[in-house]
Each structure stands twice: as structure tokens, then as C-alpha cells.
């Protein structure tokens, strides 16, 4: 490094034009000084490192400056005037500086305000800059307002906060409000590669592409970021830094590794793996950004599937995009969507479970199994439309020399229950509605639904394999034991779809549920045996019987 200044000190802008990415709040800032319409209060809004501070210096310059005038908003920073120089030391009599975060109360304000009574000493305006201030106690905030409310025409406040939401309306509506936006990450790569260059780093694109992003759009951050990097490539002995540098310095996983393990899980892969997911973990991967990157995966993946291109102000390497191109091919948005929620929810069991890796690891048995009922499904619906098309195809050929209405005769006597099945799942759009939607109040109205309509597999998968978590109609949440049939999801909602008319949703819950209808018939048949056993009668019997036992019990009708 040139000096031992930090870098985000060094390089803080001095003029509007050198804020980074806030060209729209710079212009309409330095357009109303120029114009002599500035409000009594600004208030500045915004994720920490993005610029705040920095702003409220450079309109406190801009107020003040000796050498502005009607065209120059003021001095540039190679020919700074006495005042310009004293704000940028914040050694200024009449600009001051209040953190709210460590004098919040109303007699750190009294103070200020009795002090806001007496004019500027030398310059134009009395600034008072209060950083942090939604930390400002409610009285404080009242006293504030008085002075906000009849301000001294040479007063003016700068008012900077990271949480908008916790400032009186009262207070906001004086102010005049500018929101400082993250700074893209583009931007923020041009901006470091500068710094860089001058600061003489020999650090790789890919590199400062990694600091860009993970600075997550606070300046402050990045070059903080940067000055470790600059320090460590000056103690390497190869004296340049690449991108496992600083991901080994930042605890970073090489997200193409993830997407590699990612690419396993759908080719079902197991042993792949979890070979990967071993590596991973044995570097020390943490486990909530690990499920994070997933996340960030899918919705890239999902992106590519929907919208056909990747956000360009991602930064995402070429071979990562490859990657991506090619897994978009193996999923499909239902499966994204499952992944997805899947994904949610084992970030949600790591605050109950204790082991990490074992969290990981059925994370990634139960992602391959979950894409293991996708697959199955359109392979079966697959198979059903071929022989379909088949079968027509023979009907057809025979039927050419026979007159239309035995055609068509022949043509449904070979249609087979498969055939039409496999119809209702290539238009599903087409109402099979024979059972009005609203009628279905219950879990058990769908039991006796599929009963009526002679579905025995889906009836019987329903009263013994399904245990019901949540119900409303059109939206059912499940759990279920291992003996489930795969396709039950998909055969179910195409049922119900054909049935009802409507879509139902069905999802998999990791809540245990109630117990299988067919365990609470047998629940209630025991404790009606256990009552049985009770009445006097019952008893004589089974003490006359020894061998005997009641086995069952049936209600008679008369
Ligand atoms: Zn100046």
C-alpha cells in the first residue's frame, strides 16, 4: 500500500460526481444547492457502507463551500478552500457531528438544540449531521421536532439512519428523504478494480468479482474486503491473488462444486454424491450458507428455465453459467419448487437438530428421492401416451375399409382404461367434473370420493399410508409412511382435477400428522372392545369360555 491509510478512508469521495452508484440522489441534491432551494432537514436512508455519511459530508461541503457559486457546486479536491478542508477533517465550528448510537438521550439533544440558537460563526450555514438516528430515545426525538418544525433560516439537519421504520412520521415528513441504493455489483467491480490498480494490487478479476458480490452492496465492505487481500497478496510469495485465495480467506465454497454435487443429486447419483457433500463438509463448509447457495442455485436455474438468460449483474462465472445451462435441461419448475421449499425447511430443522453433517446428508438422500417421484411420473405418463398412440395407430389401419360407425366402434372398444388415463393426464384441462368442489369438506369425503369412483389403490394408499396433517378444501398437507406408493401425489391431483375440476394442491409436511385413518379404526374398534369387556355379560361370557376371545364388534341395526 502506498500509505497506511484504509482504503475506504483514502478513497471517500470528496466530490458528488465520485459517489459510487448514486447518480439519480447526487444530481437531485447538487441541483437544488445550485438552484438555492434546499430543505431545512435531509434525511439520508440505507444499508451500512453504502455511502451515508459520505453524502452528509458532501452536502455540508456543498452548503458551505467558499468557492461555490451558481455553476460550481464546490471547490474539487485538488484546490480545497479552509472550509472544505475543515468538514473533511470534522473540524469545522459550525458543522458538527452527533452519533445518535452513543448520545441518544434528551440532554445530549437540549444541549444541541440550545446550541443551534446562535448563528454560524464563519460560514455560510450551522450543520448539524446526527448519524445513527433512529437510535434517539422518544423524547429526544420530541425535542428534535420543535426545532424541526420552526428552524433558524441558517440551520440546517442532516439526518442519516439505517432503520427508517424506527423514526417518528412526524420527524420523516420534515425531512426531505433520500434512499442511497446498494451499490450493483458492476459497479462495485469497476469501482474495486480502480482502487486496485492504483494501490498497485495484482489481484485477479475472478477474485475481485468474489469481493464484489459478497460485499453485498456496502462500499464500505468491499474495500475493507479489498485492504485484506492488498495486505495478504504483499505477504505471498508469489505476489498475486487469485479466486481460491480469497475464498480460503473468506471461508467461501467454490460454488461450482455445489453445482457439480447439485448436478449428482439429479442424475441420482447418490454415492457421488455424498462423496462431494463429504469434501465439502471436511472443508469446513457452513451449513446454513451451503443451503443458502442452493437456494441461490434453484433460483438461478429457475431463471434460465423462465426467462431464458441469468440477471447480467450477477457476476457468475462461465463455467458456472455452463453448469447452470445444463441443469436447467434435467429439472423442471415443479421439482424447483419442491426443491425449493424442501431447502427452506432444513434451514429451519438446523435450529433443532445439533449435527450438522447428519442434517446435510439426509438433506441430500431425500433431494435425490424427491426427484426420484418426478422422474417416475413422467416416465409412466410417457409410456401411457406411446402405447396410446399405438393402439390408435392399429385402430385406425384396420379400420379403413369399414364404414364410420363400426370405426368408431372398434375404435372405443380398443381404448383401454390406460389409454383414457393416459388422456386425462395429456389434457388435463378437460372437465372430468362430476363431483362439485365445495362438497368436499373432509379428508374423509376424498376417502369415500375415491371409493365411489372404484379408485381401490388410491383408497386404500389413503386410509393406511397417509397420515393427514392439514386439510382445506383444494389445499391438503400430508405426511406419510415408507410403504406409500410414489406416484401418489401426481395420481392424486390428477384425480381430484378430474373429479372436482379444480387443482388441488398437495403437499408433503414434515409435521408427523394425525395418525392413518386405518390405525384410528383400529384405535377405536380396541376401545370399543376394551368398553365391551366392561359390560357384565361380556365378562360372564369370556369367564366361561376361557379360550374365548372378542375380537370384534358390530353395531346392530334394527
Ligand atoms: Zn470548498
Given at each position: ?504 394442491i398437495i403437499s408433503l409436511s414434515k409435521n408427523s400428522g394425525d395418525k392413518t385413518l386405518y390405525e384410528k379404526k383400529i384405535e377405536l374398534k380396541r376401545s370399543k372392545i376394551e368398553d365391551a369387556k366392561k359390560i357384565n355379560e361380556v365378562n360372564s361370557l369370556l369367564d366361561t369360555f376361557k379360550d374365548a376371545q372378542l375380537t370384534d364388534i358390530e353395531d346392530i341395526k334394527d
Amino acid at each position: 500500500m502506498t500509505n497506511n491509510k484504509i482504503l475506504a478512508l483514502k478513497y471517500r469521495p470528496q466530490e458528488f460526481k465520485d459517489l459510487i452508484g448514486q447518480d439519480i440522489i447526487s444530481k437531485t441534491i447538487t441541483n437544488s444547492i445550485l438552484k438555492g432551494k434546499t430543505p431545512n432537514a435531509y434525511l439520508l436512508t440505507g444499508i451500512r457502507g453504502v455511502g451515508k455519511t459520505t453524502t452528509a459530508r458532501l452536502i455540508a461541503k456543498a452548503l458551505n463551500c467558499e468557492k461555490a457559486n451558481s455553476e460550481k457546486i464546490n471547490c474539487s479536491k485538488e484546490s480545497l478552500c479552509t472550509t472544505c478542508k475543515e468538514i473533511i477533517n470534522s473540524n469545522h465550528i459550525d458543522v458538527l457531528e452527533m452519533d445518535a448510537a452513543s448520545k441518544t438521550g434528551i440532554d445530549d439533544v437540549r444541549e444541541l438544540i440550545e446550541n443551534s440558537k446562535y448563528s454560524p460563526a464563519n460560514a455560510k450555514f450551522k450543520i448539524f449531521i446526527i448519524d445513527e438516528v433512529h437510535m434517539l430515545s422518544k423524547q429526544a426525538f420530541n425535542g428534535l421536532l420543535k426545532t424541526l418544525e420552526e428552524p433558524p433560516p441558517s440551520l440546517k439537519f442532516i439526518l442519516a439512519t439505517t432503520e427508517i421504520r424506527k423514526i417518528p412520521l412526524t420527524i420523516i415528513s420534515r425531512c426531505q428523504r433520500f434512499d442511497l441504493k446498494r451499490v450493483g455489483i458492476t459497479e462495485m467491480f469497476k469501482h474495486i478494480k480502480n482502487v486496485s490498480e492504483k494501490e498497485k494490487g495484482n489481484i485477479t478479476d475472478g477474485a475481485l468479482k468474489i469481493i464484489s458480490k459478497v460485499s453485498e452492496g456496502s462500499v464500505r465492505d468491499a474495500l475493507s474486503l479489498l485492504d485484506r487481500v492488498i495486505t495478504f497478496q504483499n505477504l505471498s510469495s508469489n505476489n498475486t491473488v487469485e479466486e481460491s485465495d480469497v475464498r480460503n480467506m473468506l471461508g467461501i465454497v467454490d460454488k461450482s462444486k455445489i453445482i457439480i454435487l447439485f448436478k449428482e443429486v439429479l442424475n441420482g447419483n447418490t454415492q457421488e454424491a455424498i462423496n462431494i457433500l463429504k469434501t465439502l463438509y471436511e472443508d469446513g463448509i457452513d451449513t446454513k450458507s451451503f443451503l443458502n447457495d442452493i437456494l441461490e442455485l434453484l433460483n438461478l436455474v429457475n431463471r434460465k428455465i423462465s426467462l431464458g438468460s441469468i440477471e447480467k449483474d450477477q457476476i457468475i462465472p462461465e463455467n458456472e453459467i455452463n453448469l447452470i445451462n445444463e441443469i436447467s435441461k434435467e429439472i423442471n419448475i415443479t421439482d424447483i419448487g419442491l426443491f425449493w421449499q424442501f431447502t427452506i425447511k432444513t434451514i429451519e430443522d438446523l435450529k433443532v437438530i445439533s449435527n450438522d453433517y447428519m442434517t446435510l446428508e439426509m438433506y441430500i438422500l431425500q433431494l435425490i428421492h424427491l426427484k426420484d417421484l418426478g422422474n417416475d411420473n413422467e416416465q409412466k405418463i410417457n409410456i401411457n401416451a406411446e402405447r396410446a398412440e399405438n393402439t390408435v395407430k392399429i385402430s385406425e389401419s384396420k379400420n379403413k375399409e369399414i364404414s364410420e360407425t363400426s370405426k368408431l366402434k372398434t375404435k372405443n372398444q380398443l381404448k383401454n382404461i390406460e389409454q383414457i388415463e393416459s388422456e386425462i393426464i395429456k389434457n388435463p384441462q378437460k372437465n372430468y367434473k362430476q363431483t362439485d368442489y365445495k362438497n368436499i369438506k373432509t379428508f374423509e369425503d376424498i376417502v369415500n370420493l375415491a371409493d365411489k369412483e372404484n379408485e381401490i389403490e388410491l383408497k386404500y394408499d389413503l386410509e393406511r399410508n397417509v397420515k393427514l396433517v392439514n386439510f382445506k378444501t383444494g389445499n391438503i398437507d400430508i405426511s406419510f409412511n415408507e410403504k406409500l406408493n410414489k406416484n401418489f401425489i401426481k395420481i392424486l391431483t390428477e384425480k381430484l382435477l378430474n373429479w372436482t375440476g379444480e387443482r388441488w394442491i398437495i403437499s408433503l409436511s414434515k409435521n408427523s400428522g394425525d395418525k392413518t385413518l386405518y390405525e384410528k379404526k383400529i384405535e377405536l374398534k380396541r376401545s370399543k372392545i376394551e368398553d365391551a369387556k366392561k359390560i357384565n355379560e361380556v365378562n360372564s361370557l369370556l369367564d366361561t369360555f376361557k379360550d374365548a376371545q372378542l375380537t370384534d364388534i358390530e353395531d346392530i341395526k334394527d
